[in-house]
């Protein structure tokens, strides 16, 4: 009896610890060298991603990512290039989730396969859809670049042969950023883990994301990415893998180069003249955080005005970027000022970033005043403020802070809506007499990022909002507008040996009272239309980059603003320009964000449908992707049999055959809307058979061996490991561990009744 019981026991274990299994694992992989588990950094970065319907997904690395950038003068011209492999023996669809910085402009795609060039076309987003959809049924190769955020684009490819490669190249147009003397651009690697708040909805079977929409972010699915969770200590180190990634960079400032530094990465630089660098990683770096490149003129080479046109059609665009002389306008102010510094503690800070954010907290501390008020703010799925209201930055408050700092451990989601809220309207009847200025440090992944920039409109008032991007990867799109929007500023800090040197920086504005009010006036007969149509406050140290479209080139303009000391104006006599390509996309993009921004906060019906039409108006004519507009690029000739179909083709005929053809529920292009309750339905169908010898998963190939679709990858799958992932909708990893409670709960109990019996 004994020995029965305990073969019952073990049974029932390993029955829970699968069932366990079964809520974490997403992806089932072959044991092949090619298709093994990857990093949660790896399939956040461009990982193709294969579906198959009542299965886990099996996600194939990239095979390499390949980034070529032309920067001329103030411009930089990026094309990625990422190749992918279908891993499998049958014809399937792939989609890959990537970053690209906040402010491209996507306005080309490319598709390779073999020795054929597919380009993109610009549509509207559900126009693009419907064309992709129907290449996909009728056996073409596509695909199709859509938008979720400026700084999130997936890509989604039909029919990748059995074992074929593709390659997708995208391109995209940015300007490059100055700040105190300082040129940089940035390129993204990482889509990070986002909180996603909000009461889950309906979302859509064929999604993705590990999170579900929800009523607060309801695109939540689609910028989820699967991401790998600690549950995978259970299995070998050696699964993880590599994604390579090389970037190539073709650098003519147009100037002489003083300092040139890459502040994350290795690089070679080679000199091919005076005022031309040739810049290339020195080795093939895994995709695990944000590359940086930053270079300097020499103090006599620094540029107070510099500008670039271009002349397309009928219109001439002018990039204007000067930058006011600092004695004259920035100057220190002895008004005394109040800092409410907020603080994030969620999961997603743990380790160094959360080092990082403690140092820069601590450091802003030392540069107070004791005539300054201050007040910390400590965030994760809840708020703590270390004072009811601001209090003096005398030394036993500093030191109390510092102690409160101190104690602060990363943990939780990243809630990040009500501790905002609260520092912009926790003003109280002293306020008034203090320059108020919000430091908000965090690495901004969060989901509902629109619902966030509402906040900050509504209650900022005179208020400064300033934003510090910690980690290596964070959100820049949330943080760069937070800071547009709050008339403040955006630093990011990547490491803990930059916090001193990013710190001051910071400070130096925080304590120079900005340039308001800016405004550019050209002579009465040149008409001149600016991309964003505001100018946002500048700070010492920062340059105005404003974009134009006139029907000419003026010879003189005028720059006019407030400062400390009452107004300031500068009259500019223009003798000549540089011509640059690309200034027409940059200043559409410029635009379609201007107008995304109204449509996001629009009051009326009326106004969100003229701003959409707006913007999809701008997209087809500039050829750019956009919120509501889609790149989509089509083989012409069809590349799969029809013998051999796509697995959604495959379900739905099986469903036929079953007698379920009433149960079939398409999507408006054409998709399967109801896959999973399908499958189910066809399992269900099957004989009953025991439980303990033949699996789910082997009931399904039985059901797909007649539907004409090979099983031979899924067969392979049964004796595969198992690739885990958390489905938390936080940055935390609280769920597993309440599924590892539950599990060691039930382990305790049989052993008990074991030990009784």
């Known amino acids: ?68 950038m032309d920067i001329t003068g103030n411009i930089n011209r990026v094309t990625v290039e990422q190749s992918f492999t279908n891993p499998s023996n049958q014809w399937t669809e792939g989609v890959y989730v990537f970053p690209l910085p906040e402010d491209s402009a996507v306005d080309q795609l490319r598709m390779y396969i073999d020795d054929r060039v597919i380009e993109g076309q610009i549509h509207e987003k559900k126009e693009a859809k419907k064309i992709y959809e129907k290449a996909k049924k009728e056996g073409k190769s596509a695909s199709l670049v859509e938008q979720q955020r400026p700084n999130i684009f997936t890509t989604s490819v039909a029919n990748i042969a059995p074992g074929g490669t593709i390659t997708v190249a995208i391109e995209y147009q940015q300007a490059v950023l100055i700040d105190n003397n300082n040129y940089s651009i ?21 999604s993705l994301g590990v999170a579900p929409n929800t009523h607060e972010v309801k695109d939540a699915s689609k910028i989820t990415p699967p991401s790998e969770n600690v549950i995978s200590y259970f299995f070998d180190k050696k699964y993880e893998t590599y994604l390579p990634v090389t970037i190539d960079i073709n650098l003519m400032a147009g100037f002489e180069i003083a300092s040139l530094r890459s502040g994350y990465h290795k690089v070679n630089t080679v000199d091919v003249n005076q005022i031309t660098k040739h810049i290339t990683l020195d080795e093939s770096y895994q995709a ?6 930053t270079w300097s003129a020499s103090q006599t080479d620094e540029p107070e005005i510099a500008l670039f046109t271009q002349q397309k059609d009928d219109n001439l665009y002018l990039l204007l970027m000067a930058t006011p002389p600092k004695d004259e306008v920035f100057k220190v102010s002895s008004r005394p000022r109040e800092l409410i510094f907020i603080i994030d503690s969620s999961g997603s800070m743990s380790g160094s970033s959360m080092a990082q954010a403690k140092k820069a907290l601590i450091k802003a501390l030392g540069r107070l ?70 430091v908000f440090i965090t690495d901004g992944q969060v989901g509902n990022e ?14 400064r909002f300033f934003t510090i991007g910690i980690g290596s990867a964070p ?19 990547g490491s803990q040996s930059e916090v001193r040197q990013k710190m001051d920086d910071l400070f130096v504005k925080l304590e120079s009272p900005a340039l308001t009010d800016i405004n550019v006036s050209f002579p009465p007969e040149i008409n001149a239309e600016l991309a964003l149509d505001v100018i946002y406050d500048l700070y010492a140290g920062e340059t105005i980059t404003a974009i134009y479209k006139m029907n000419a080139l003026p010879n003189s303009l005028a720059i006019t603003g407030r400062t400390i000391d009452g107004d300031f104006s500068k009259n500019i006599t ?68 029809e013998s051999e179909l796509l697995i959604s083709q495959a379900i739905i005929k099986k469903a036929k055959a079953d007698g379920l053809e009433d149960e079939i529920k398409l999507n408006e292009d054409g998709t399967l809307q109801n896959r999973d309750e399908l499958i189910q339905q066809m399992i269900a169908s099957l004989p009953d058979q025991d439980a303990n010898s033949t699996t789910q998963q082997e009931q399904f190939i039985n059901a797909m061996k007649s539907a004409n679709v090979p099983a031979s990858a899924y067969a392979a799958q049964l004796k595969s490991p198992v690739r885990l992932v958390a ?25 008990r009744r074991r030990l009784l019996v």
Not at 6 to 23: E, G, P
Not at 610 to 629: C, M, N, P, Q, W
């Open 1 to 68: 009896m004994k020995s029965n019981l305990s073969l019952t026991s073990t049974s029932t274990l390993v029955s829970i610890f699968l069932l366990f299994i079964s809520n974490f694992a997403i992806a089932n992989t072959n044991s092949s060298e090619t298709n093994k588990p990857i990093h949660v950094n790896e399939a956040e970065s461009g990982s193709m991603i294969f579906k198959f319907p009542g299965m886990p997904s099996i996600m194939q690395m990239a095979l390499d990512t390949k980034v070529q």
């Open 475 to 493: 959100n820049s799109y949330l943080l760069t507008k937070l800071a547009d929007f709050g008339r403040g500023a955006f630093t990011y800090i």
């Open 450 to 463: 629109t619902t966030i920039f509402t906040s900050v409109q509504t209650n900022i008032k005179d208020d």
């Open 288 to 293: 695990d955080r944000d590359f940086e490149l």
């Open 186 to 206: 940035r390129f993204p690697m990482v889509v990070g883990d986002r909180y996603i708040p909000g009461t889950p909805i309906q979302t859509p079977t064929d």
């Open 369 to 438: 005043n004791d005539t300054d008020r201050f007040n910390i703010i400590d965030f994760d799925d809840r708020f703590d403020p270390l004072f009811d209201s601001a209090m003096p930055a005398i030394k036993t408050n500093i030191s109390f802070a510092k102690g409160f700092i101190k104690k602060i451990k990363a943990d939780g989601g990243t809630a990040m809506l009500a501790p905002i809220a609260y520092a912009l309207r926790s003003r109280d009847s002293n306020s008034k007499n203090y320059l108020r200025q919000v």
């Open 727 to 751: 489905s938390t909708q936080t940055a935390t990893n609280s769920e597993l561990f309440m599924y590892l409670g539950a599990l060691i709960l039930l382990l305790t109990l049989m052993l």
């Open 574 to 641: 223009i003798n000549s320009s540089k011509n640059t390509k690309g200034l027409d996309i940059l200043w559409a993009r410029r635009k379609i964000d201007r107008l995304t921004d109204i449509h996001n906060n629009a009051y009326t019906s009326r106004v969100e449908n003229l701003s959409k039409k707006d913007i999809i108006g701008l997209a087809l004519e500039y050829h750019l992707v956009s919120r509501f507009t889609s790149l989509v690029a089509v083989d012409i000739t069809p590349v799969r049999p």
